[in-house]
């Protein structure tokens, strides 16, 4: 079993050795990569590629851990969305518009609405200042609690939102300023919305997406490739 963790592709290849040889070669290496592809948050990446090949070869591939690997991340993600839907209907009343970020824009944009690809420990949302205090007040009236008094990350123990007024959290850390801004005008000016008859929900133009991921990925020392 041949996948890359960089493309998230995965191939079978053929071995010239007995049958029950090449399937214990397989199971090992398919435990490597799930292993590996968990440690990267590429999981769902992996299950998806392995039940594709499961259909077009006729190797016996052990797919039991990454299918619940995959079904875990399914329903925990499932769950933040529909925490999402929720606060978007509160939003829509007062006005409100928030940007969606990272992962959780990804999964609607690049993985097309699949769940179960991508793994979220949060949302993060883009918040304007002026109505910080409104959704942070929605939430809190949900049953969201922030990890501490002044904390802009919001939870209920099952699901939970990182408010921000800024992409790079220069608010909270000043000096990051010094290394990259962001125009917060163009950045609202260009996002585009989530869903064309709802303006409560928008995600950063290509562009604007593009730079922040680059930037977040460096803050972090590109750790994870997910």
């Known amino acids: ?25 397989v199971t090992q290496a ?18 998806a590629q392995l039940q594709r090949l499961a259909g077009v070869s006729r190797c016996a ?20 969305f529909a925490a999402l839907t929720a606060l978007r209907k ?25 769940l179960g690809l991508r793994p979220l420990s949060d949302l993060d949302l883009l ?11 929605i939430l809190l009236r949900r049953g969201f609690c922030p990890a501490s008094p002044a904390s802009l990350f919001l939870t209920n ?20 300023a010094l290394a990259f801004q962001f125009d917060a005008e163009a950045l609202w000016r260009e996002a585009t919305r989530l869903d064309a008859p709802d303006p409560t929900l928008l995600v950063l133009s290509p562009p604007h997406q593009f730079l922040h991921l680059a930037v977040h990925a460096l803050k972090h020392s590109f750790s994870r490739l997910i």
Not at 2 to 23: H, I, N, Y
Not at 32 to 46: D, I, V, Y
Not at 90 to 99: F, K
């Open 1 to 25: 079993l041949q996948w890359s963790g960089d493309t998230g592709q995965a191939k079978v290849l053929r071995g010239t050795g007995p049958a029950s040889s090449a399937g214990t070669v």
């Open 30 to 47: 398919t435990s490597a990569k799930t292993q590996r592809a968990s440690e990267r948050g590429m999981s769902g990446l992996l299950a």
């Open 61 to 80: 591939l052990p797919l039991a851990s990454c299918i619940q690997a995959h079904h875990h991340i399914f329903a925990r993600n499932g769950a933040f």
């Open 90 to 114: 509160e939003l829509q009343q007062h006005g409100c518009q928030i940007i969606l970020l990272k992962g959780g824009a990804l999964i609607e944009t690049v993985y097309q609405g699949q």
């Open 127 to 137: 918040v304007k200042a002026s109505d910080l205090s409104c959704v942070k007040d």
């Open 157 to 176: 123990g099952l699901t939970a939102f990182d408010l921000h007024t800024d992409l790079i959290g220069a608010t909270r850390i000043r000096r990051r």
